[in-house]
């Protein structure tokens, strides 16, 4: 009781979480839009705690295309759902590629983006029908937000940094703010090995940190073989409470030289395994455009 009535705000969750970056990092960074050597459309369902009532879920589907003059483009679209919170936003990528030594590129990329959020209070369960701060939903309207950011890259080696969305935003009377969006910076990087003939390497990490909410660290170790498949163990930390948030697996199947598929599974392992195991993460690809010899290698990190 003294808690409650001590505590004034609780920030959560901020921005869709992804367990299958290394996958598609245009979902992190805008200046990977077109550095693939072939196009990409794919789909991507993160389904977050699952069993818990109201848990984030978060629907994806988008387009990353290589454009001439080094150019990239890329187009997302994004449904977050955690409670009776519904985000959808719309973004849009524009990158450019550029050599700035014998072996190493730089990439730097703009984001123009549109979102807009509601909130079902109506749907929830409420013991005192008159209360006035539940009896009508939510609704932000259309808001508007830019980003940007950098990529450095070898043909084994890659370093990038951005932040996906640059200016706060927020809606509401002063009762009942809703702070739809915080400042994040994503700081990422990650090295190939060749172990064989047939295998590679790829450990990368990943670095979030937000105004609102705990900064936490992803690494990842993918090993592929033959570009058939790739597989690998994940890890998550929160540095506010525990080095250990959650643990998990990642794999990659090429169905077909278009097509590729991805699963993860994550296992809390934080106070959050009380109440549920497991988080599921799933994306479906397709690649088309034949190789094309330019300027710039793409580099083979990119899955």
């Known amino acids: 009781m003294l808690a409650l009535l001590l505590g004034e705000k609780a920030f959560a969750q901020q921005v869709p979480m992804y367990g299958q970056y290394i996958f598609n990092n245009s979902v992190i960074n805008p200046a990977q839009a077109g550095v693939r050597d072939k196009n990409q459309g794919g789909i991507l369902g993160r389904y977050q705690w699952v069993g818990v009532d109201g848990a984030p879920t978060t629907h994806t589907a988008f387009f990353n295309l290589r454009l001439p003059a080094n150019l990239g483009l890329a187009v997302g679209m994004y449904q977050d759902n955690i409670g009776p919170v519904r ?7 524009l990158a450019y590629h550029a050599q700035i030594s014998e072996k190493w590129y730089l990439s730097g990329g703009l984001r123009l983006l549109t979102s807009s959020i509601h909130v079902n209070l109506l749907e929830l369960e409420n013991v005192d029908h008159n209360d006035p701060f539940f009896n009508q939903n939510l609704s932000s309207g259309l808001h508007f937000n830019v980003g940007a950011g950098l990529l450095a890259f070898s043909e084994n080696t890659f370093f990038g940094l951005s932040l996906p969305k640059a200016q706060r935003k927020g809606f509401g009377d002063k009762n009942r703010e809703v702070n739809t969006v915080s400042r994040h910076l994503f700081v990422y990087g990650g090295h190939t090995f060749d172990l064989s ?59 077909s030289e278009n097509w590729y598929f991805g699963y993860m599974f994550e296992y809390p392992t934080n106070d959050m395994n009380l109440a549920t195991r497991q988080t599921h993460e799933v994306s479906l690809r397709y690649l088309w455009g034949a190789k094309r010899k330019i300027h710039i290698r793409s580099p083979r990190y990119f899955l």
């Open 87 to 93: 985000d959808f936003t719309l973004q849009t990528d």
């Open 197 to 255: 003939e047939n295998f590679v390497l790829t450990p990368s990490a990943l670095f979030k940190t937000s105004e609102r909410a705990p900064s936490q660290i992803d690494l990842n170790a993918v090993f592929g073989y033959k570009e058939i498949f790739d597989f690998g163990p994940m890890m998550r930390s929160n540095f506010t409470e525990s080095w250990m948030d959650a643990v998990g697996f990642l794999v990659g199947l090429h169905i």
